[in-house]
């Protein structure tokens, strides 16, 4: 399929055309969802699967579980409502890092400097811990109405503990779209490992996942453990922030654990920042177990080394590294829609050049493109 000719790579500028996914959307666009899990879909993957040997069979399509609807969590930053995704996605992660981040002293707060940087490392660092430590499925496990992940209180108390301590692994999609209707989606949607399973049938043209590595295999007890009809805990959190009643941005990134860092490093940009600069600008990472990685040669020289200092490992990463995220945005600004495609991906923003009731400003750090609907919109083609 990503092949010329099954042999030859496609050169750099080549138009790679996919035709047997197009007809799959175009029948999805007919016949609607349940084609996929009962229809003609439904029917090509169980015969691809039998062939092949796969697990996947009509019966087990049959017996996926409708979509379930869930109220977003939600909290206050910089003067806006912010409303991201619930378990078991990872807005509530985001959301730490956000109240967390607003208790910490102003002089503190400046990512571009080096107490700043140790500080935005140990508040992920910190996030990680707390979403490590609380892994539970919402299909199974009943949720408490105040989560202390979610709480002021909590982050209040964090900020204590982090702020004494500094004086002292996938490949996903994500598109964010608007109209001037208000209209506003942010999606974020993984095959898991870079290319998925590797497999994927030429009749339908799409990859097939690989998502059920993201399960528990061996401790039965855990709530993440590989069940009939079970969801696996995801890093996912596309995000919606309103401005009075109507929605100001819509945002979200691939990247695995690196997606909520990612949004929080723009969000606080977006402070004093244009769009663009508050995702073009440097950034950083701190995984669970100390290890900063960054775009060092893109910041401060001081900045490694108050890391160090820190006790944290440094993990150095080229300017604008494919691993730090690639956040797509569309925000409003009065009359105009703006979109943002990050450059370290390959995204792209596109809409039109104007239209009846308002104008449209895109600004791509990659690309841009015209669509024929009064749409802003951004998103990340990586699978």
Not at 167 to 192: C, F, K, P, W, Y
Request: contains cysteine; glycine residues 6%; positive net charge.
């Amino acid at each position: 399929i990503f092949l010329r000719d099954g042999a030859k790579t496609y050169q750099a500028g080549t138009i790679f055309k996919q035709p047997a996914l197009a007809e799959t959307l175009k029948r999805l666009a007919r016949k609607g969802i349940k084609d996929f899990y009962t229809g003609q879909i439904a029917k090509a993957i169980h015969d691809d699967m039998v062939r092949h040997d796969g697990f996947i069979q009509s019966d087990d399509l049959a017996q996926v579980p409708r979509p379930i609807e869930r109220r977003p969590i939600t909290t206050r930053f910089d003067g806006q409502r912010v409303f991201t995704f619930p378990l078991p996605g990872a807005g509530r992660t985001l959301i730490e890092m956000l109240n967390v981040y607003q208790e910490v002293p102003a002089p503190y707060r400046d990512l571009d400097r080096p107490e700043g940087a140790v500080l935005l490392a140990e508040i992920i660092r910190r996030a990680f811990v707390d979403r490590q430590d609380r892994p539970f499925d919402p299909h199974l496990f009943a949720q408490v109405s105040e989560k202390r992940m979610l709480s002021q209180g909590y982050a209040k108390l964090v900020a204590k503990q982090v702020f004494k301590r500094i004086r002292s692994h996938g490949d996903t999609t994500h598109l964010s779209a608007m109209d001037e209707e208000g209209n506003t989606v942010a999606l974020t949607q993984s095959i898991e490992r870079v290319y998925g399973s590797y497999s994927a049938t030429p009749e339908l043209g799409f990859l097939y996942n690989n998502y059920m590595s993201a399960f528990e295999y061996e401790d039965m007890s855990h709530p993440y453990y590989m069940r009939p009809n079970a969801a696996p805990w995801a890093s996912v959190a596309p995000t919606i922030i309103f401005r009075g009643r109507r929605p100001w941005l819509a945002i979200g990134s691939p990247g695995s654990e690196r997606i909520t860092p990612s949004i929080l490093q723009v969000l606080i940009r977006l402070q004093t920042s244009t769009p663009l600069a508050a995702v073009d600008a440097p950034r950083l990472h701190c995984s669970l177990d100390g290890k900063v990685s960054l775009e060092a040669t893109r910041m401060r020289n001081d900045i490694p080394e108050a890391l160090k200092r820190q006790g944290l490992q440094i993990d150095m990463r080229d300017p604008y590294s494919f691993y730090l995220g690639c956040v797509q945005l569309v925000m409003r600004e009065r009359d105009k829609l703006i979109g943002i495609a990050d450059p370290r991906r390959d995204g792209a923003a596109g809409g039109p050049a104007h239209t009846s009731k308002s104008k449209f400003s895109s600004t791509a750090a990659k690309a841009a493109r015209k669509v024929k609907t009064r749409t802003a919109r951004t998103g990340s083609t990586t699978n």
